[in-house]
């Protein structure tokens, strides 16, 4: 049953360029221009209309982005939840710019030894995060670790959650990897690995959609009986100031917005394409995180329990539940 008939977040791609190369990423691959100040408000009041609750700056490496701080002061002054991932590098230098307008900042870091995480980040940023999370606790902001899940990497959750996490009150995001386009993402998560992952979302200040989980299991979307609700549930806008549909990662069509979004997104030629979310032969077996943590949100089935819990956890120790309503 659909509890939800409105999109709820928006894939705001600041810019594809990043400052990283990472191997399981292939959107450094593209060259990039930057978001204008003007569309964004012109989207920003549009997104308000349309219910947008969320707002992802992201990339790329959203912190390239010269007036990121404005963008989110922006979307902060609208009422809208704000998320930003980043790789660290140019964090200690923005962070005061930043300071109180990320709702749900976000540090990556897959290894506590510095050279294999340098290694699947092709780039050294090691030192940065652990310089950034001291920074960002002194500030007084709560950055989460934004742990990539590979089965090569399972057995180190523990020491970033005893060496990084738990001295630093801060949360510890698992985010199993996940396939798409050509990208190798490495050996296929184990039954045994996604049960480790049940289990350590069970553990203190650690958050695990344990519907990833679920999903994963039972071999992923099935375009028959779609749980994909990604075009409906997530807008999606490139550094090109184009709606693109039905998701970042399929991308078959993109529309140029041109200071009309709202009237886009309700028109016919796009909600045709929304129409076919997660029925497309691309779709089968999908299980890309970034799509499948709104669809769980907006209609109640088996998935939606599963992460209801862990989803809760996560917005009640963030205190940003209170602007979900």
Same mark, same amino acid.
């Given at each position: 049953?659909?509890?939800?008939?409105?999109?709820?977040?928006?894939?705001?791609?600041?810019?594809?360029?990043?400052?990283?190369?990472?191997?399981?990423?292939?959107?450094?691959?593209?060259?990039?221009?930057?978001?204008?100040?003007?569309?964004?408000?012109?989207?920003?009041?549009?997104?308000?209309?349309?219910?947008?609750?969320?707002?992802?700056?992201?990339?790329?490496?959203?912190?390239?982005?010269?007036?990121?701080?404005?963008?989110?002061?922006?979307?902060?002054?609208?009422?809208?939840?704000?998320?930003?991932?980043?790789?660290?590098?140019?964090?200690?230098?923005?962070?005061?710019?930043?300071?109180?307008?990320?709702?749900?900042?976000?540090?990556?870091?897959?290894?506590?030894?510095?050279?294999?995480?340098?290694?699947?980040?092709?780039?050294?940023?090691?030192?940065?995060?652990?310089?950034?999370?001291?920074?960002?606790?002194?500030?007084?902001?709560?950055?989460?670790?934004?742990?990539?899940?590979?089965?090569?990497?399972?057995?180190?959750?523990?020491?970033?959650?005893? !060496? @990084?996490?738990?001295? +630093? *009150? =801060?949360?510890?995001?698992? #985010?199993?990897?996940?396939?798409? &386009?050509? $990208?190798?993402?490495?050996?296929?998560?184990?039954?045994?690995?996604?049960?480790?992952?049940?289990?350590?979302?069970?553990?203190?200040?650690?958050?695990?959609?344990?519907?990833?989980?679920?999903?994963?299991?039972?071999?992923?979307?099935?375009?028959?009986?779609?749980?994909?609700?990604?075009?409906?549930?997530?807008?999606?806008?490139?550094?090109?100031?184009?709606?693109?549909?039905?998701?970042?990662?399929?991308?078959?069509? !993109? @529309?140029?917005?041109? +200071? *009309? =979004?709202?009237?886009?997104? #309700?028109?016919?030629?796009?909600? &045709?394409? $929304?129409?076919?979310?997660?029925?497309?032969?691309?779709?089968?077996?999908?299980?890309?995180?970034?799509?499948?943590?709104?669809?769980?949100?907006?209609?109640?089935?088996?998935?939606?329990?599963?992460?209801?819990?862990?989803?809760?956890?996560?917005?009640?120790?963030?205190?940003?539940?209170?602007?979900?309503?």
């Amino acid at each position: 049953m659909r509890i939800i008939n409105h999109p709820i977040l928006c894939n705001y791609y600041v810019t594809y360029r990043c400052n990283a190369s990472c191997s399981f990423c292939d959107i450094w691959e593209k060259p990039s221009p930057y978001i204008t100040l003007q569309n964004f408000k012109d989207n920003l009041r549009d997104l308000k209309k349309l219910g947008v609750k969320v707002i992802d700056f992201t990339g790329g490496e959203p912190l390239l982005h010269r007036d990121l701080d404005i963008l989110l002061a922006e979307a902060k002054a609208m009422g809208m939840i704000t998320t930003v991932t980043t790789n660290c590098l140019l964090y200690p230098k923005y962070a005061e710019r930043l300071k109180n307008k990320v709702d749900m900042l976000h540090f990556s870091l897959d290894s506590p030894d510095e050279d294999a995480h340098n290694k699947s980040r092709g780039v050294k940023c090691f030192d940065k995060v652990v310089e950034s999370i001291a920074i960002a606790k002194k500030l007084g902001e709560r950055p989460d670790i934004l742990f990539t899940v590979f089965e090569n990497n399972i057995e180190l959750i523990e020491r970033v959650w005893r !060496e @990084f996490t738990q001295p +630093n *009150n =801060l949360m510890l995001i698992l #985010n199993p990897v996940f396939d798409y &386009n050509n $990208v190798e993402t490495g050996e296929k998560l184990s039954d045994e690995s996604l049960n480790k992952l049940l289990w350590w979302g069970k553990q203190k200040n650690v958050f695990l959609n344990e519907a990833f989980i679920t999903l994963r299991k039972n071999g992923g979307n099935d375009i028959n009986n779609p749980i994909c609700k990604a075009a409906s549930s997530t807008i999606v806008i490139s550094p090109e100031n184009k709606l693109v549909l039905p998701c970042y990662h399929l991308g078959s069509k !993109e @529309f140029l917005i041109d +200071n *009309n =979004l709202h009237e886009l997104y #309700n028109s016919t030629d796009v909600q &045709n394409i $929304v129409a076919l979310e997660g029925k497309l032969k691309e779709c089968e077996g999908c299980t890309i995180n970034c799509y499948m943590q709104p669809s769980f949100s907006v209609e109640i089935n088996k998935y939606f329990w599963k992460a209801l819990p862990s989803t809760l956890k996560y917005n009640f120790i963030k205190g940003t539940w209170k602007n979900l309503f």
